[in-house]
């Protein structure tokens, strides 16, 4: 009994201490079963009236009528919850309604077995009062357990007023059966704690992981780096945008971005400057756009944001905003990290009214972005589609070429004008792709720098380049263009110093060439390369002189042994004096600077001549000698036509 005594005080704290969201299920558990109420309710009104008939009393009559007042207006409360849902808000409301009704009920049933009792002398009509009222209140133990301080209520005031009825004769059978009711009483009592301490742990743990489950939801549907939406929540809530679409009245932007450079960034000052780069970006995005749009990321470097507009004046002014953002530095670790974004942007309905139309439209927009320069916006038109879907495709195709083998090299030589000999001999990548057949190196080798392919490709290069040349006569060096990422990598001198052991091919008959516009883009990184690179006495070249921002002062900077003088110069040497003074003042300043002259693009007899008359020191061209496989390199350098034909 103390035990029963103190589980009742504690159960006096312990509704405190739940959560509304809890208690708003434990009152829901009130109305869950309407059809036993209604059963319960229509019985007790019926025994009610049958003994009110039977006996005749105006009380009981009274009381019965009551009875089924009281049931019929519980009844209507019933139908009425279980048609709304109980949420934490109302159920405090349904709750102080379900007990004004349950009180009454309870106590009417009470008060009719004690009138029973104490005004009729039939024992069948005392039966009937007294199971009626022991019966509802047996089921009260059960049903309404959820909330206990209201079934322990039902439940004294339905069976105690029997006992009371009963001890009013001073009979020893009902004294006896006074006794039995109130042990019945504390037996419910137990049995309704215990099943709501059952109900309340079951209703915890499945709230518990109801919610764990709702956090693993929102967790699965967010970019673990950025805390921005991921592609799952983006596409979820991008085809949500377009079925409210149509009666917005207004128009849906999607922009899709790419961060520029972010692999160099990655390869030069490691994943964790990296990662910072894209939380910064995705951070400002998610700041300055507010709720009715969406801020995702697709995985990589990749961003796309949906936001309402009303025409495309306005996508475009938030365009500028979005690329604005990202070129804003980022400070890591003492460094400032720089980037920009690409941006390809669809408009529904016009640019497509479903979610896979528009993001196709946006990528060829993002492709159109790209090719024309970085920290550029595009929008989509559908012009775009031939031109750019044959880049898309070729982006793929050069994933994997090299491992279906279908790059080879062409060497052109190189002679010298002074011996009209063989020098050296350029590298130049050629593909031959499965389903394009052959590809310009023009058109392959921006998307192979875009998609990041271009560093394997480039390791392939200079790996073989040095395999070949390895047999040539030691005099005979061999020249490989580096692409800007590859001279902005930091492991460039590692991948050079292990292409030069694999080979066994003297550091000094390396000639790696770069074009001088790669130098501005970043000066302290490129000079720190050069240098790198001449420490392992490997030759470095300035590729395509003159076609750049040309500036004395770089070239005292940059440690070259070499200039190359760009095509366009010697094309013009037959009909133009400036021409043939340009060409004249590059040779003569590398002569000044302790640098050998290239001319490249030779042709003709006439512009042979008027290099000579120059004095460069070395040309090569197709008037000389094509581009041509290793082994006709190999006959030609063992003495069948080394020599220049002009």
Same mark, same amino acid.
């Given at each position: 009994?103390?035990?029963?005594?103190?589980?009742?005080?504690?159960?006096?704290?312990?509704?405190?201490?739940?959560?509304?969201?809890?208690?708003?299920?434990?009152?829901?558990?009130?109305?869950?079963?309407?059809?036993?109420?209604?059963?319960?309710?229509?019985?007790?009104?019926?025994?009610?009236?049958?003994?009110?008939?039977?006996?005749?009393?105006?009380?009981?009559?009274?009381?019965?009528?009551?009875?089924?007042?009281?049931?019929?207006?519980?009844?209507?409360?019933?139908?009425?919850?279980?048609?709304?849902?109980?949420?934490?808000?109302?159920?405090?409301?349904?709750?102080?309604?379900?007990?004004?009704?349950?009180?009454?009920?309870?106590g009417l049933l009470g008060l009719f077995g004690f009138l029973t009792l104490t005004r009729s002398g039939d024992g069948v009509v005392q039966l009937l009062a007294v199971t009626t009222a022991i019966g509802y209140a047996a089921g009260i133990a059960g049903r309404n357990a959820g909330r206990p301080r209201i079934a322990l209520a039902q439940l004294c005031l339905a069976s105690l007023p029997l006992s009371a009825g009963l001890l009013i004769g001073f009979e020893p059978l009902k004294l006896v059966l006074a006794a039995v009711i109130v042990l019945f009483v504390v037996a419910m009592i137990d049995i309704t704690l215990q099943t709501y301490g059952a109900l309340l742990k079951a209703t915890l743990v499945s709230h518990e992981n109801a919610a764990l489950a709702a956090h693993h939801a929102a967790h699965a549907r967010r970019d673990d780096l950025t805390g921005v939406a991921n592609r799952t929540a983006f596409r979820e809530q991008f085809e949500e945008r377009l079925r409210m679409l149509p009666g917005s009245g207004s128009k849906l932007a999607l922009y899709w971005l790419d961060l520029d450079r972010f692999k160099e960034i990655n390869d030069t000052f490691g994943h964790l400057a990296g990662n910072?780069?894209?939380?910064?970006?995705?951070?400002?995005?998610?700041?300055?756009?507010?709720?009715?749009?969406?801020?995702?990321?697709?995985?990589?470097?990749?961003?796309?944001?949906?936001?309402?507009?009303?025409?495309? !004046?306005?996508?475009?002014?938030?365009?500028?905003?979005?690329?604005?953002?990202?070129?804003?530095?980022?400070?890591?670790?003492?460094?400032?990290?720089?980037?920009?974004?690409?941006?390809?942007?669809?408009?529904?309905?016009? =640019?497509?009214?479903?979610?896979?139309?528009?993001?196709?439209?946006?990528?060829?927009?993002?492709?159109?972005?790209?090719?024309?320069?970085?920290?550029?916006?595009?929008?989509?038109?559908?012009?775009?589609?031939?031109?750019?879907?044959?880049?898309?495709?070729?982006?793929?195709?050069?994933?994997?070429?090299?491992?279906?083998?279908?790059?080879?090299?062409?060497?052109?030589?190189?002679?010298?004008?002074?011996?009209?000999?063989?020098?050296?001999?350029?590298?130049?990548?050629?593909?031959?792709?499965?389903?394009?057949?052959?590809?310009?190196?023009?058109?392959?080798?921006?998307?192979?720098?875009?998609?990041?392919?271009?560093?394997?490709?480039?390791?392939?290069?200079?790996?073989?380049?040095?395999?070949?040349?390895?047999?040539?006569?030691?005099?005979?060096?061999?020249?490989?263009?580096?692409?800007?990422?590859?001279?902005?990598?930091?492991?460039?001198?590692?991948?050079?110093?292990?292409?030069?052991?694999?080979?066994?091919?003297?550091?000094?008959?390396? =000639?790696?060439?770069?074009?001088?516009?790669?130098?501005?883009?970043?000066?302290?990184?490129?000079?720190?390369?050069?240098?790198?690179? =001449?420490?392992?006495?490997?030759?470095?070249?300035?590729?395509?002189?003159?076609?750049?921002?040309?500036?004395?002062?770089?070239?005292?900077?940059?440690?070259?042994?070499?200039?190359?003088?760009?095509?366009?110069?010697?094309?013009?040497?037959?009909?133009?004096?400036?021409?043939?003074?340009?060409?004249?003042?590059?040779?003569?300043?590398?002569?000044?600077?302790?640098?050998?002259?290239?001319?490249?693009?030779?042709?003709?007899?006439?512009?042979?001549?008027?290099?000579?008359?120059?004095?460069?020191?070395?040309? !090569?061209?197709?008037?000389?000698?094509?581009?041509?496989?290793?082994?006709?390199?190999?006959?030609?350098?063992?003495?069948?036509?080394?020599?220049?034909?002009?």
């Amino acid at each position: 009994m103390a035990r029963l005594i103190a589980r009742l005080r504690e159960l006096r704290h312990s509704d405190h201490r739940i959560t509304a969201q809890v208690r708003a299920v434990l009152v829901e558990s009130l109305y869950a079963s309407t059809q036993s109420l209604v059963i319960g309710a229509l019985t007790s009104t019926t025994i009610a009236a049958v003994v009110a008939w039977a006996t005749v009393d105006a009380w009981l009559a009274a009381a019965a009528v009551a009875i089924g007042v009281v049931g019929a207006l519980r009844i209507a409360d019933a139908l009425r919850a279980h048609r709304v849902d109980v949420d934490a808000e109302a159920a405090a409301r349904h709750e102080v309604g379900y007990r004004v009704g349950a009180l009454a009920y309870s106590g009417l049933l009470g008060l009719f077995g004690f009138l029973t009792l104490t005004r009729s002398g039939d024992g069948v009509v005392q039966l009937l009062a007294v199971t009626t009222a022991i019966g509802y209140a047996a089921g009260i133990a059960g049903r309404n357990a959820g909330r206990p301080r209201i079934a322990l209520a039902q439940l004294c005031l339905a069976s105690l007023p029997l006992s009371a009825g009963l001890l009013i004769g001073f009979e020893p059978l009902k004294l006896v059966l006074a006794a039995v009711i109130v042990l019945f009483v504390v037996a419910m009592i137990d049995i309704t704690l215990q099943t709501y301490g059952a109900l309340l742990k079951a209703t915890l743990v499945s709230h518990e992981n109801a919610a764990l489950a709702a956090h693993h939801a929102a967790h699965a549907r967010r970019d673990d780096l950025t805390g921005v939406a991921n592609r799952t929540a983006f596409r979820e809530q991008f085809e949500e945008r377009l079925r409210m679409l149509p009666g917005s009245g207004s128009k849906l932007a999607l922009y899709w971005l790419d961060l520029d450079r972010f692999k160099e960034i990655n390869d030069t000052f490691g994943h964790l400057a990296g990662n910072a780069l894209l939380a910064a970006v995705a951070g400002r995005l998610r700041t300055h756009f507010d709720h009715e749009s969406v801020v995702a990321r697709l995985g990589g470097d990749e961003f796309a944001i949906l936001s309402p507009v009303g025409d495309r !004046q306005e996508a475009a002014t938030i365009g500028a905003a979005i690329l604005a953002l990202v070129r804003r530095p980022v400070a890591h670790d003492g460094h400032s990290l720089r980037t920009s974004a690409s941006i390809g942007v669809a408009l529904a309905p016009e =640019n497509g009214r479903e979610a896979d139309t528009l993001l196709k439209n946006a990528d060829l927009a993002l492709y159109r972005a790209k090719e024309s320069g970085r920290g550029q916006l595009y929008f989509y038109e559908p012009v775009m589609d031939e031109k750019i879907e044959r880049r898309r495709q070729l982006d793929y195709e050069l994933h994997g070429a090299l491992e279906r083998g279908e790059f080879h090299l062409l060497f052109q030589p190189i002679f010298d004008l002074a011996a009209s000999r063989v020098l050296s001999c350029e590298v130049l990548l050629r593909w031959t792709n499965r389903h394009h057949g052959v590809v310009s190196p023009v058109e392959f080798i921006p998307i192979a720098e875009d998609n990041g392919t271009i560093d394997a490709i480039g390791h392939w290069v200079l790996y073989q380049a040095c395999e070949v040349a390895r047999d040539w006569p030691a005099d005979i060096s061999i020249a490989v263009n580096l692409s800007p990422i590859q001279l902005r990598a930091t492991h460039l001198p590692a991948v050079v110093l292990d292409a030069l052991n694999a080979s066994g091919m003297p550091p000094e008959r390396l =000639n790696l060439e770069v074009t001088e516009t790669v130098l501005l883009e970043d000066v302290e990184t490129s000079l720190a390369a050069l240098e790198a690179l =001449n420490r392992l006495r490997v030759r470095t070249t300035l590729d395509d002189f003159g076609t750049g921002y040309s500036s004395l002062s770089y070239l005292t900077r940059f440690p070259f042994q070499t200039l190359k003088i760009d095509r366009s110069f010697v094309t013009d040497l037959e009909r133009s004096p400036a021409s043939i003074a340009i060409v004249q003042t590059v040779v003569d300043l590398g002569a000044q600077l302790g640098m050998r002259t290239i001319a490249e693009g030779v042709e003709t007899q006439a512009q042979l001549d008027q290099l000579r008359r120059t004095r460069c020191d070395a040309v !090569q061209g197709y008037l000389l000698a094509r581009p041509m496989p290793a082994a006709m390199v190999s006959a030609m350098l063992a003495g069948k036509g080394s020599e220049a034909t002009g």
